[in-house]
Each structure stands twice: as structure tokens, then as C-alpha cells.
């Protein structure tokens, strides 16, 4: 069984910053894509930023203050995010793209619990 656990939430002022963790345990073979989603009250889950062995992405929200990156050996991805703003408010949920088969190559995605970050003076 894959888990994801994420680390580093919490509370911060306007134009701070927080750096969110997360890091995938189980059964590995490999994980394609890694990325950041989040969700705030009322609202749906939407794409932070995702990461591959070789490409970013980013809402158009949040480029030029987030930063994501990975570090395959311990399966992790993180979240720097700088310049934060009241709108960044949100439960931020971590996700992997995982292959658990050197023999089947089928991808599943998995979630891990999220993790709250407040904007706030």
C-alpha cells in the first residue's frame, strides 16, 4: 500500500512564506508525476503545480511565488511557497502518479490526507 504524508502546514502572515513537504512510502517501482493541489472552502480542488523528471507546471495563481521540486531517492515533493497571499488559504493536498509493477506498467494516483495553510494576519 502507497501513502503519502504531508508536513508543514500552518499559519502565516501576508508575504510570508511556508515550505510544504510530502513523501510517498510502500510498494515503489518508480512515480512519474508528483505535484500540489489544494482546496478551499466552497470551493473545488484545483492544480497548484506538478512536477516530472523534467518539467514544471503551475497555476497561473501561483507562478513566480511558488516553487516545486522532488527528490526521486526519498520519493518526495516540495512545495516552497513565498509571496503568500490571504487567497492562498487552503487545504493542500499531495499526489503521486505511482507504478507498482516492473512488469505492468499502470499508473494510480494517490492522495495523500492534506494539510492545512492559513493566510492571516
Known amino acids: 500500500q502507497v501513502q503519502l504524508v504531508e508536513s508543514g502546514g500552518g499559519l502565516v502572515q501576508p508575504g510570508g512564506s511556508l515550505r510544504l513537504s510530502c513523501a510517498a512510502s510502500?510498494?515503489?517501482?518508480?512515480?512519474?508525476?508528483m505535484g500540489w493541489y489544494r482546496q478551499a472552502p466552497g470551493k473545488q480542488r484545483e492544480l497548484v503545480a506538478t512536477v516530472t523528471s523534467g518539467n514544471t507546471n503551475y497555476a497561473d495563481s501561483v507562478k513566480g511565488r511558488f516553487t516545486i521540486s522532488r527528490d526521486n531517492a526519498k520519493n518526495a515533493v516540495y512545495l516552497q511557497m513565498n509571496s503568500l497571499k490571504p487567497e492562498d488559504t487552503a487545504v493542500y493536498y499531495c499526489?503521486?502518479?505511482?507504478?507498482?509493477?516492473?512488469?505492468?506498467?499502470?499508473?494510480?494516483?494517490?492522495w495523500g490526507q492534506g494539510i492545512l495553510v492559513t493566510v492571516s494576519e
Open positions: 510502500g510498494s515503489i517501482v518508480s512515480i512519474n508525476v
Open positions: 499526489n503521486a502518479d505511482v507504478t507498482l509493477s516492473t512488469y505492468y506498467h499502470t499508473q494510480y494516483r494517490y
